[in-house]
């Protein structure tokens, strides 16, 4: 799911950057500022990045990450 939102999301906000009369909120507060735009973009460029490495990520890796996470949370 990371894969299909995330490419989604960086889509519209590709859009926003284009657009200079776009409006996006950053914490709360509208802004047009091509920037934060540019910020926002590269920030959900990270889902569809994690998205493909959990998909083709090696059994044995994920194993050991998911038995580390557990032995922390215990």
Known sequence: ML???GCLLIFFFV????D???VIEVNGIST????????????TCLFPIIGLFLAFAP???MEKLAAKI???LS
């Not at 859009?15 to 284009?18: I, R």
């Not at 047009?32 to 920030?43: G, P």
């Open 15 to 18: 859009q926003a950057v284009l």
């Open 32 to 43: 047009n500022d091509k920037s934060m735009k540019i910020l926002a973009v590269l920030f």
């Open 70 to 72: 557990i032995t922390r």
């Open 20 to 22: 200079p009369n776009a």
């Open 59 to 61: 059994s044995k890796l």
């Open 3 to 5: 894969i299909p939102i």
